[in-house]
């Protein structure tokens, strides 16, 4: 019986290894699709600003940008500790 018992922590631990990839995995492609969502905001308002600048599109600009910054930081680090 106390050869069962390591090998059911074994797959136990691999279990929750293979549970902690897929969320991260999952959170991955989260941030990487509001990164992108991001980076379209920051086109739309450079567009904006090419056709009139104001201070609610310099605004708009200057938000856009620092939202980017946010998703990139938000990025899951794949190293494993």
Do not use: C
Request: overall charge negative; cysteine-free.
């Amino acid at each position: 019986m106390s050869d069962q018992t390591p090998d059911m922590e074994k797959k136990t631990h691999n279990d929750v290894s293979n549970s902690s990839r897929s969320t991260l995995n999952k959170e991955a492609l989260v941030s990487y699709l509001f990164l992108i969502g991001s980076l379209m905001f920051v086109l739309d308002s450079i567009l904006e600003n090419m056709a009139s600048v104001s201070f609610s599109s310099e605004l708009h600009l200057t938000a856009s940008i620092l939202f980017t910054i946010g998703s990139v930081l938000f990025i899951p680090n794949n190293s494993e500790n």
